[in-house]
Structure formats: structure tokens, C-alpha cells
């Protein structure tokens, strides 16, 4: 699967809409985008995933660039419960999830 | 979602003992479970997947015989962690991925501490 690059941590402020990058120039065909997150000492949890075309549901959007090298998961009106490790993975259906060191996300008053 | 549950949710053990967790998907079937383990500061790392009814695929590295994994059913999947050392102190998270489901959904980790 291909590999994914993410900033390392990023700040953002509680009520505004937050936007995590993540490069996946190697991406092929086949591979969807998958976005996790894991709040401290929890379990990760499926935020949402897309092939090609933009994905929204009731946690965030995923925007996908028309290239799929890139991606963005918007979070529309940050809380301090967003504070979390975000993961983004690129994967084939049927594969496994490899988590990276994903985006450690603090959403401040 | 869908949700997967793990028992204990934190366990502590004196060393040499063995440990037994229990992951349980509730509203799906899972034909696929998978165990990771997660040290402080670090990432999620993937010991092994399980297909109910077969033997689990462990990766490069993670000792087949320390780490018993059973898949019996397609709701529950069991990790044995044998001979327990100070080492072996994890966060251990499951899995389960199944008919109908878009993605694997995980369990909420299950803290071992090995003194």
C-alpha cells in the first residue's frame, strides 16, 4: 500500500473548522484514503474514507485532489473532544491497515 | 458505526503468568479480527489476522507461541499472552472487519501491565 505523510502536530482553534493534510503521491488506482482517529488511550475510530470523489458524513469531509496525491479531512467546527492523533491510510480493499505517526491534533479554547 | 468491544479493559499480572483478552464484535458478523499493540508515544503496530475457524497470520517478528490467538466464532477472538514479562506491558487493541461493513472498526484497548 502506499505510504502517506502527515504533519506531525498541529494547533487549531475550538469552533473553527480544522484542516488536516496528508500526501500520498504513490497512490494507486485501486486505494482508497482512510482517516482514523485515536484519542488518548483509546481505541482509533473510523472517522470516514474515499476513493476518488469528495466524501462528507457526520463527522467531517474528505476532499480528495483530482490528481489523488493529496487529501485533506476538514473537522467543520472544532471541539476540544477533537483532540486526538489523526491517522490518514491509504490502502486496497482487503488489505490491512498500517498506521504511521499520523497528525497529533490540539484543539485549544 | 460498528462496535467492538474488549474484555478486560485493563489488567496487571505478576510476571510469568498468562493473560487472556477478549474481543467481541456486537452488532456484526467478523470474518477478519486483528490484534495490535501500541507502546506510549508510539503507533499502532499489527501482530497479527485472524479468519474465524483458521489459523491467525502473525507478523515479521511477533513470537506465534508467546502471543495465542483464537478465532472461533464470528464474534469473538481471543488473545493469550503467555508467560507474561515487564516487556510484554502494551496496549493491546483489536479489529474486526465483516460482511457488510465498510472498514475494520476497532475495540477500545485493553492496558496490560506486567509487574
Known amino acids: 500500500d502506499a505510504k502517506t505523510t502527515q504533519p506531525p502536530s498541529m494547533d487549531c482553534a475550538e469552533g473553527r473548522a480544522a484542516n488536516l493534510p496528508c500526501n500520498h503521491s504513490?497512490?494507486?488506482?485501486?486505494?482508497?484514503v482512510y482517516w482514523y482517529r485515536q484519542i488518548h488511550s483509546q481505541g482509533p475510530q473510523y472517522i470516514i474514507h474515499?476513493?476518488?470523489n469528495n466524501e462528507t458524513n457526520e463527522m467531517a469531509s474528505l476532499i480528495i485532489t483530482e490528481d489523488r496525491k493529496s487529501s485533506t479531512l476538514i473537522l467543520p467546527h472544532a471541539t476540544l473532544r477533537d483532540t486526538a492523533v489523526y491517522y490518514c491510510?491509504?490502502?486496497?480493499?482487503?488489505?490491512?491497515?498500517?498506521f504511521g505517526g499520523g497528525t497529533r491534533v490540539l484543539v485549544k479554547p | 458505526g460498528a462496535v467492538v468491544s474488549q474484555h478486560p479493559s485493563w489488567v496487571i499480572c505478576k510476571s510469568g503468568t498468562s493473560v487472556k483478552i477478549e474481543c467481541r464484535s456486537l452488532?456484526?458478523?467478523?470474518?477478519?479480527m486483528f490484534w495490535y499493540r501500541q507502546f506510549p508515544k508510539q503507533s499502532l503496530m499489527l501482530m497479527a489476522t485472524?479468519?474465524?475457524?483458521?489459523?491467525?497470520?502473525?507478523e515479521q517478528g511477533v513470537e506465534k507461541d508467546k502471543f495465542l490467538i483464537n478465532h472461533a466464532s464470528l464474534t469473538l477472538s481471543t488473545l493469550t499472552v503467555t508467560s507474561a514479562h515487564p516487556e510484554d506491558s502494551s496496549f493491546y487493541i483489536c479489529?474486526?472487519?465483516?460482511?457488510?461493513?465498510?472498514?475494520?472498526?476497532f475495540g477500545p484497548g485493553t492496558r496490560l501491565l506486567v509487574l
Open positions: 479489529s474486526a472487519d465483516g460482511q457488510g461493513q465498510e472498514t475494520q472498526y
Open positions: 504513490t497512490i494507486s488506482g485501486n486505494e482508497y
Open positions: 474515499g476513493l476518488k
Open positions: 491510510i491509504v490502502k486496497a480493499a482487503g488489505n490491512k491497515l498500517t
Open positions: 452488532d456484526f458478523q467478523a470474518t477478519t
Open positions: 485472524s479468519n474465524e475457524g483458521s489459523k491467525a497470520t502473525y
